[in-house]
């Protein structure tokens, strides 16, 4: 069975750069059929898709963050890793990293696994 953990700062100040990793056992990052996902939920919103990376190292992002948000691999690692720059305070919100077997989902329910998340704070 796949299990995520994700991992990275809770406090960030803003402006600043977001790097959150997502390692995965049980799974193959590469091997696995699976698409890499990250969502976020702001407090007192819904959940949003950030974008994903396919087994196969396909990227898909959401419009929304595509401008500022970068998805890769750690092949050494097994993880997969999530970069978001010019942080605001508006971008606090807990960060989930699941993995779905639909490799172009962006739904939630689409997902077969999901890791416990990762609350991240932007303020000063």
């Known amino acids: 069975q796949v299990q995520l953990q994700e991992s990275g700062p809770d406090l960030v100040k803003p402006s600043q750069m977001l790097s959150l990793t997502c390692t995965v056992s049980?799974?193959?990052?590469?091997?696995?059929?699976?698409?890499w996902t990250w969502f976020r939920q702001p407090p007192g919103k819904g959940l949003e898709w950030m974008g994903s990376?396919?087994?196969?190292?396909?990227?898909h992002y959401s419009p929304y963050f595509r401008s500022r948000t970068s998805i890769s691999r750690d092949h050494a690692k097994n993880a997969v890793n999530l970069q978001m720059n010019n942080l605001k305070p508006e971008d606090t919100a807990i960060y989930y990293c699941?993995?779905?077997?639909?490799?172009?989902?962006?739904?939630?329910?689409?997902?077969?696994?999901w890791g416990k998340g990762t609350l991240v704070t932007v303020a000063l």
């Open positions: 699941a993995a779905s077997g639909r490799l172009r989902s962006f739904r939630g329910d689409d997902m077969d696994y």
């Open positions: 049980g799974g193959s990052i590469t091997t696995s059929f699976y698409a």
């Open positions: 990376i396919g087994y196969d190292g396909s990227l």
